[in-house]
Protein backbone atom coordinates (compact mmCIF):
# COMPACT_ATOMS: atom_id res chain seq x y z
CA UNK A 1 0.00 0.00 0.00
CA UNK A 2 1.39 3.58 -0.48
CA UNK A 3 1.69 5.73 2.33
CA UNK A 4 2.05 9.40 1.49
CA UNK A 5 4.79 11.06 3.17
CA UNK A 6 4.19 12.96 6.38
CA UNK A 7 3.81 16.50 6.15
CA UNK A 8 6.07 18.58 7.76
CA UNK A 9 5.35 19.58 11.06
CA UNK A 10 3.63 23.62 10.73
CA UNK A 11 5.96 25.76 13.38
CA UNK A 12 5.43 29.52 14.39
CA UNK A 13 8.62 31.38 15.21
CA UNK A 14 7.14 33.75 18.11
CA UNK A 15 9.13 36.95 20.14
CA UNK A 16 8.14 40.15 21.82
CA UNK A 17 9.66 43.53 21.41
CA UNK A 18 9.52 45.73 24.56
CA UNK A 19 10.29 44.70 27.71
CA UNK A 20 12.75 47.22 28.68
CA UNK A 21 10.79 50.30 27.93
CA UNK A 22 9.31 52.57 30.19
CA UNK A 23 5.63 53.64 28.32
CA UNK A 24 3.80 51.87 25.75
CA UNK A 25 2.52 48.07 25.27
CA UNK A 26 4.46 44.87 24.65
CA UNK A 27 4.53 43.80 21.33
CA UNK A 28 4.68 40.12 19.97
CA UNK A 29 4.75 38.48 16.81
CA UNK A 30 4.18 35.09 15.45
CA UNK A 31 5.00 33.85 12.21
CA UNK A 32 5.02 30.43 10.10
CA UNK A 33 7.03 30.62 6.82
CA UNK A 34 6.77 29.61 4.01
CA UNK A 35 9.52 26.89 2.62
CA UNK A 36 8.32 27.54 -0.58
CA UNK A 37 8.87 31.56 -0.57
CA UNK A 38 12.11 31.94 1.36
CA UNK A 39 13.44 35.16 2.48
CA UNK A 40 16.53 35.72 2.72
CA UNK A 41 18.32 37.73 5.92
CA UNK A 42 16.13 36.83 8.80
CA UNK A 43 18.24 37.79 11.70
CA UNK A 44 17.64 39.03 15.55
CA UNK A 45 15.69 42.60 15.07
CA UNK A 46 18.02 44.34 17.10
CA UNK A 47 20.81 43.56 14.67
CA UNK A 48 19.21 45.19 11.70
CA UNK A 49 19.17 48.52 10.67
CA UNK A 50 15.60 50.05 10.88
CA UNK A 51 15.27 50.55 7.41
CA UNK A 52 16.15 47.02 6.61
CA UNK A 53 13.58 45.55 9.55
CA UNK A 54 11.15 47.60 7.42
CA UNK A 55 12.13 46.03 4.14
CA UNK A 56 12.21 42.64 5.62
CA UNK A 57 8.92 42.97 7.48
CA UNK A 58 7.06 43.69 4.12
CA UNK A 59 8.25 40.72 2.58
CA UNK A 60 7.81 38.37 5.17
CA UNK A 61 3.53 39.81 5.91
CA UNK A 62 3.99 38.95 1.95
CA UNK A 63 5.50 35.54 2.25
CA UNK A 64 4.27 33.97 5.31
CA UNK A 65 2.05 31.39 5.80
CA UNK A 66 0.23 32.82 8.45
CA UNK A 67 1.68 36.00 10.48
CA UNK A 68 -0.16 37.95 13.71
CA UNK A 69 0.64 40.43 16.41
CA UNK A 70 -0.31 40.50 20.14
CA UNK A 71 0.10 42.52 22.45
CA UNK A 72 -0.08 43.82 26.44
CA UNK A 73 -0.81 47.20 27.30
CA UNK A 74 1.18 49.27 30.30
CA UNK A 75 -1.58 49.03 32.62
CA UNK A 76 -2.08 45.06 32.31
CA UNK A 77 2.00 45.52 32.60
CA UNK A 78 1.90 47.02 35.38
CA UNK A 79 -0.94 44.79 36.60
CA UNK A 80 0.45 41.54 36.31
CA UNK A 81 4.06 42.18 35.92
CA UNK A 82 6.18 42.58 32.18
CA UNK A 83 7.04 38.74 32.33
CA UNK A 84 3.59 37.75 32.03
CA UNK A 85 2.51 40.20 30.12
CA UNK A 86 4.93 39.58 27.88
CA UNK A 87 3.88 36.02 27.83
CA UNK A 88 0.24 36.97 27.38
CA UNK A 89 1.36 38.94 24.13
CA UNK A 90 2.78 36.01 22.68
CA UNK A 91 -0.29 33.52 23.63
CA UNK A 92 -2.52 36.20 21.58
CA UNK A 93 -0.24 36.49 19.36
CA UNK A 94 -0.44 32.43 18.16
CA UNK A 95 -4.29 32.20 18.87
CA UNK A 96 -4.37 35.07 16.18
CA UNK A 97 -2.88 32.98 13.20
CA UNK A 98 -4.75 32.33 10.83
CA UNK A 99 -3.23 29.07 10.12
CA UNK A 100 -2.89 26.89 13.73
CA UNK A 101 0.91 25.35 14.33
CA UNK A 102 1.47 22.39 15.73
CA UNK A 103 4.76 23.82 17.34
CA UNK A 104 5.98 26.99 18.79
CA UNK A 105 9.39 27.88 19.03
CA UNK A 106 9.74 30.91 21.19
CA UNK A 107 12.89 32.75 21.61
CA UNK A 108 14.34 32.65 25.07
CA UNK A 109 13.97 30.53 28.29
CA UNK A 110 10.33 30.61 28.76
CA UNK A 111 7.28 29.02 26.78
CA UNK A 112 3.90 31.01 27.36
CA UNK A 113 1.78 28.53 29.29
CA UNK A 114 -0.98 29.52 28.01
CA UNK A 115 -0.20 28.37 24.28
CA UNK A 116 -2.51 25.84 22.68
CA UNK A 117 -0.10 23.60 21.53
CA UNK A 118 3.43 22.27 22.45
CA UNK A 119 5.58 24.81 22.31
CA UNK A 120 9.91 25.21 23.03
CA UNK A 121 11.90 27.76 24.36
CA UNK A 122 15.01 28.47 22.45
CA UNK A 123 17.95 31.13 23.91
CA UNK A 124 18.79 33.31 21.24
CA UNK A 125 16.09 31.95 18.90
CA UNK A 126 15.94 34.95 17.39
CA UNK A 127 19.31 34.70 15.63
CA UNK A 128 19.10 30.86 15.65
CA UNK A 129 15.70 30.30 13.51
CA UNK A 130 14.57 32.02 10.76
CA UNK A 131 10.49 32.13 12.28
CA UNK A 132 11.52 33.51 15.54
CA UNK A 133 13.52 36.00 13.51
CA UNK A 134 10.97 37.12 11.77
CA UNK A 135 8.73 37.58 14.27
CA UNK A 136 11.25 39.51 16.38
CA UNK A 137 10.97 41.73 13.26
CA UNK A 138 7.93 42.08 12.64
CA UNK A 139 6.72 42.96 16.30
CA UNK A 140 9.61 45.32 16.68
CA UNK A 141 8.29 47.39 13.85
CA UNK A 142 5.36 47.45 14.76
CA UNK A 143 5.98 48.58 18.18
CA UNK A 144 8.47 51.42 16.92
CA UNK A 145 5.12 52.43 14.54
CA UNK A 146 3.02 52.57 17.77
CA UNK A 147 5.92 54.65 19.41
CA UNK A 148 5.71 57.19 16.49
CA UNK A 149 2.09 57.35 16.87
CA UNK A 150 3.01 58.09 20.51
CA UNK A 151 5.38 61.12 19.98
CA UNK A 152 2.81 62.81 18.12
CA UNK A 153 0.32 62.55 21.13
CA UNK A 154 2.86 63.82 23.99
CA UNK A 155 5.74 65.17 21.80
CA UNK A 156 7.70 66.09 24.76
CA UNK A 157 8.91 62.87 25.62
CA UNK A 158 11.47 62.04 22.86
CA UNK A 159 9.00 58.91 21.73
CA UNK A 160 10.46 58.84 17.99
CA UNK A 161 14.12 59.11 19.26
CA UNK A 162 14.28 55.96 22.16
CA UNK A 163 11.39 54.13 21.62
CA UNK A 164 10.26 54.29 25.37
CA UNK A 165 13.74 52.98 26.54
CA UNK A 166 15.41 54.84 29.71
CA UNK A 167 17.51 56.80 28.12
CA UNK A 168 19.61 60.08 29.65
CA UNK A 169 16.42 62.23 27.71
CA UNK A 170 13.69 60.23 28.72
CA UNK A 171 14.50 60.03 32.58
CA UNK A 172 15.04 63.75 32.57
CA UNK A 173 11.57 64.51 30.38
CA UNK A 174 9.89 62.54 32.81
CA UNK A 175 11.52 64.04 35.51
CA UNK A 176 10.04 67.65 34.04
CA UNK A 177 6.65 66.29 32.76
CA UNK A 178 5.43 63.73 35.04
CA UNK A 179 4.05 59.97 33.28
CA UNK A 180 1.95 60.33 30.39
CA UNK A 181 -0.95 57.75 30.21
CA UNK A 182 1.41 55.36 28.41
CA UNK A 183 4.43 54.92 31.14
CA UNK A 184 4.23 51.55 32.77
CA UNK A 185 3.47 52.83 36.98
CA UNK A 186 5.33 49.73 37.78
CA UNK A 187 8.88 50.56 36.92
CA UNK A 188 11.21 51.85 39.02
CA UNK A 189 12.02 55.49 36.99
CA UNK A 190 8.17 56.00 36.40
CA UNK A 191 7.36 55.40 39.86
CA UNK A 192 10.15 57.85 41.32
CA UNK A 193 8.54 60.30 38.72
CA UNK A 194 5.64 59.99 40.67
CA UNK A 195 6.89 60.46 44.18
CA UNK A 196 5.98 56.36 44.64
CA UNK A 197 9.69 55.28 44.90
Known sequence: MFHAPDAPVLIAGCDEAGRGPLAGAVVAAAVILDPARPIAGLADSKTLSAARREALAGLIRERALAWAIGRA???EIDRINILWASMRAMERAVAALGVVPQLVQVDGNRVPPGLAMPGEAIVKGDAKVPAI????????????A????LDRDFPQYGFAQHKGYPTAAHL???VEHGPCPAH????????????LA
Open 133 to 144: GAASILAKVARD
Open 146 to 149: ELLV
Open 172 to 174: AAL
Open 184 to 195: RRSFGPVRRALG
Open 73 to 75: EAD
